[in-house]
């Protein structure tokens, strides 16, 4: 049973436009939602997390949205660089749980 | 600051072998965690150690233990290695477990079973 869904697998977008990565999660009980970016060979790496009280959070070219309706959050990233990327990964944490569920990543490609 | 350093990088091993993880998290970290990514099955959490004590474990069978020092530092282990335990292993650090759920995590230890 997977909690966390990112269902692309992968995105390509030209440098300079909007990405917008999707993920979404079936659990009422999140209470933070995170967004981690990894490159090859290396460990993930924190982008920017939003508290389920909240429905955007912004941090410079990524600002991360957040529907509990629709248990559905996206990220995006503007303008696009040829250094974003990577895979990106959608987490959740349930209240208390010390532990993050993550969704299967979608690998984002910018091209120069 | 020193990040969260994982030995070894990568190791190879043959089925039915164990083999025994290590992580340093961060400094002042007292929260480990250790997660398993295999191709396109995202990161699958293992379990979590606070002050030397497993507060949380993921759906792993027993064959995958861990435990953590009184420095923190943290091993994991899998013994009767099996091929599908090849995966990349993440260990991931916070001051307390994270009261926003942000890790810190290492480069992690790639193992390929033969």
């Known amino acids: 049973d997977q909690q966390v869904k990112q269902n692309s697998p992968s995105l390509s977008v030209q440098e300079g436009r909007i990405s917008i990565l999707n993920c979404d999660y079936t659990n009422s009980m999140f209470d933070y939602f995170l967004w981690y970016k990894k490159y090859p060979a290396e460990g993930p790496t924190f982008l920017i997390s939003i508290s389920s009280i909240k429905d955007k959070n912004e941090d410079g070219r990524f600002t991360v949205f957040l529907n509990k309706s629709a248990k559905h959050l996206s990220l995006h990233i503007v303008p696009s660089q040829p250094g974003d990327s990577a895979v990106y990964f959608c987490?959740?944490?349930?209240?208390?749980?010390?532990?993050?569920?993550f969704g299967s990543g979608t690998r984002l490609l910018v091209r120069p | 600051k020193a990040g969260v350093t994982q030995t070894p990088r990568y190791l190879i091993k043959t089925r039915g072998q164990q083999v025994t993880l290590s992580c340093s998290p961060i400094?002042?970290?007292?929260?480990v965690s250790w997660y398993q990514q295999t191709p396109g099955q995202g990161l699958q959490f293992l379990f979590e150690y606070f002050s030397e004590t497993q507060r949380n474990k993921g759906n792993f069978p027993g064959r995958f233990s861990g435990r953590q020092f009184s420095n923190s530092r943290s091993e994991m282990n899998v013994s009767t290695l099996e091929l599908g335990d090849s995966a990349l292993y993440l260990c991931?650090?916070?001051?307390?477990?994270?009261?926003?759920?942000?890790?810190?995590f290492g480069e992690g230890s790639r193992l390929t079973v033969l």
């Open positions: 991931a650090s916070s001051f307390s477990g994270g009261a926003t759920g942000e890790l810190f």
């Open positions: 400094s002042g970290h007292r929260s």
């Open positions: 987490a959740a944490r349930m209240d208390s749980s010390y532990k993050l569920i």
